[in-house]
């Protein structure tokens, strides 16, 4: 893992509003799904999730989704489903 590595992951790790975020983007939940198991309005899961993006330059959700995927393999992070 390089510098820039270590500098992505820290600001998306600084920039989640909650660690249980995490699990449930790589599971690949809806806002829905998410909204409900964090116990917060759909309109606070979203408005979470358009800063994270705006925060990882992700153009997309599936994008940031794929980001993380990438650097859990490139830091040994598993989700248990």
């Known amino acids: 893992m390089d510098a820039d590595d270590t500098d992505l992951i820290s600001r998306i790790y600084d920039t989640a509003p909650d660690p249980s975020i995490w699990p449930n983007l790589m599971l690949r939940l809806a806002h829905s799904e998410i909204s409900d ?5 759909l309109d606070t899961v ?3 999730m358009k800063t994270l993006m705006r925060k990882t330059n992700s153009a997309t959700r599936t ?3 794929h980001m993380i995927h990438n650097l859990s393999s490139t830091i040994g992070y598993q989700v248990e489903r």
């Open 37 to 41: 198991i964090r116990s917060r309005s």
């Open 46 to 48: 979203k408005s979470q």
């Open 63 to 65: 994008d940031l989704v």
